[in-house]
């Protein structure tokens, strides 16, 4: 792989507990440790859209700083689903992810996916917006989905790859892989030049 014989002389940093965002490192060819720290995923109230998405992907980088190595290439990422000039966070009950699909439901709302790169040197963030259109689902759909997904480790309650992406997602505008967690081919172009 081209990106592979580019990066031989670093090492790979994953932190994240993304089975998603760990396969998709995995896809572009590239070895890599997982690193994991738990990181009160907080911003100011003044930020919107895009700046909560990369504050957070830095706030994620940020703990690893320390322990960074000059061979080191830190990933950290983040995703929010913004809807209705709002952050709809990862549901903690059924009854929130009820409340968030519902919401969801018969209208469009942006996912912001940004990705930090972290060296000893510097940082680079690049991230993408999708703008995703979900029809108008009934209550029996939500249930049933929230029932056998459980999708309370997913910003916005959904996963568009999972059943309810395919029965409810009309059309999306941009990236899909966007939509999963990262901006993938943003990924592959910053660490080509990183």
């Known amino acids: 792989m081209i990106l592979a014989e580019k990066l031989k002389s670093r090492n790979l940093i994953v932190a994240s507990g993304s089975p998603r965002r760990q396969q998709f490192i ?12 738990p990181v009160q995923e907080t911003y100011p109230d003044t930020l919107e859209a895009v700046e909560i998405a990369e504050h957070l992907a830095k706030l994620k980088a940020a703990v690893f700083l320390d322990e960074l190595r000059p061979k080191d290439i830190l990933i950290t990422g983040d995703t929010v689903v913004y809807h209705e000039n709002k952050v709809l966070d990862k549901p903690k009950t059924e009854k929130e992810a009820f409340a968030m699909l519902e919401s969801l439901s018969g209208n469009s709302h942006e996912v912001i996916s940004s990705t930090c790169l972290t060296s000893t040197q510097k940082y680079v963030l690049v991230y993408d917006v999708t703008k995703v259109y979900f029809k108008k689902l009934k209550a029996e759909e939500i249930n049933y989905y929230i029932k056998n997904f459980k999708p309370f480790d997913k910003a916005g309650a959904y996963g568009i790859q999972e059943w309810i992406g395919k029965i409810g997602i009309e059309k999306i505008e941009g990236s899909f892989y966007n939509v999963m967690g990262m901006p993938v081919n943003k990924v592959y172009q910053a660490l080509k030049v990183f």
Do not use: A, N, P, Y
């Open 26 to 37: 995995k896809d572009l060819g590239l070895d890599f440790e997982v690193r994991l720290k």
